[in-house]
């Protein structure tokens, strides 16, 4: 899950204002994804997520208790 958050806050003749923005995004990874290769970097506000795959599908179980 990706989450974040922009506050701003602004003056003019008629008053003050303040924005509050919040915004969720999640992803379905593919089944080879290489989960502790993966890099993030912020760049002028830009996101950029790097999934690296390990070319074999990897799969996990959950037991259920």
Same mark, same amino acid.
């Given at each position: 899950?990706?989450?974040? #958050?922009? +506050? $701003?806050? @602004? #003056?003019? +003749? $008629?008053? @003050? ?49």
């Amino acid at each position: 899950v990706i989450s974040g #958050e922009r +506050k $701003e806050e @602004s #003056e003019s +003749k $008629e008053g @003050s204002k303040k924005t509050y923005r919040q915004f969720n995004q999640s992803f379905l990874l593919p089944d080879d994804a290489n989960l502790d290769a993966i890099t993030a970097t912020s760049t002028n506000g830009v996101l950029k997520i790097t999934v690296p795959k390990t070319g074999k599908k990897v799969s996990k179980n959950i037991p259920i208790k």
